[in-house]
């Protein structure tokens, strides 16, 4: 499936994975596994976002739920690129559309649930207005 350069422009983070050769098979097909790993690299980008920075002393984020939908395969050698926009903000969660795209095919699109955590207590950390404020210029 392809997709249009619009509705990409609309996802607050884009950035590039190299594929590796341990990343496939020997006919060159990435590993089903691998693709968590591009999510891990989207998400890390948007949290270190220059206006948004969710990362500090006391406060990090764990993962609560992932969802993926593997559309085509992806092969090596090559590159990904691994969109990551907004589509819900909780108390103190973040829903995530996510997409993994090689030469404009979408071979994957996930929804993840990212929690906020104080990491003191390990606990869920409710977003402080401000960084609401912020992130909410970053819904889809």
């Given at each position: 499936?392809?997709?249009?350069?619009?509705?990409?422009?609309?996802?607050?983070?884009?950035?590039?994975?190299?594929?590796?050769?341990?990343?496939?098979?020997?006919?060159?097909?990435?590993?089903?596994?691998?693709?968590?790993?591009?999510?891990?690299?989207?998400?890390?980008?948007?949290?270190?976002?220059?206006?948004?920075?969710?990362?500090?002393?006391?406060?990090?984020?764990?993962?609560?739920?992932?969802?993926?939908?593997?559309?085509?395969?992806?092969?090596?050698?090559?590159?990904?690129?691994?969109?990551?926009?907004?589509?819900r903000i909780g108390g103190s969660?973040?829903?995530?559309?996510?997409?993994?795209?090689?030469?404009?095919?979408?071979?994957?699109?996930?929804?993840?649930?990212?929690?906020?955590?104080?990491?003191?207590?390990?606990?869920?950390k409710k977003f402080e207005d401000?960084?609401?404020?912020?992130?909410?210029?970053?819904?889809?």
């Amino acid at each position: 499936m392809a997709v249009s350069k619009s509705d990409l422009e609309k996802y607050a983070s884009v950035t590039t994975d190299k594929l590796r050769y341990c990343d496939a098979d020997s006919q060159g097909h990435v590993n089903n596994a691998v693709f968590s790993t591009f999510l891990e690299t989207g998400r890390t980008e948007l949290f270190i976002h220059e206006k948004l920075n969710l990362f500090t002393k006391t406060s990090g984020f764990a993962l609560a739920n992932l969802n993926m939908d593997f559309l085509r395969p992806v092969f090596w050698p090559g590159e990904v690129q691994i969109y990551t926009g907004i589509s819900r903000i909780g108390g103190s969660s973040l829903e995530l559309q996510q997409l993994v795209i090689q030469n404009n095919e979408i071979a994957a699109s996930a929804k993840t649930t990212m929690v906020q955590i104080d990491l003191t207590t390990n606990k869920a950390k409710k977003f402080e207005d401000d960084i609401r404020q912020e992130l909410s210029n970053y819904l889809l």
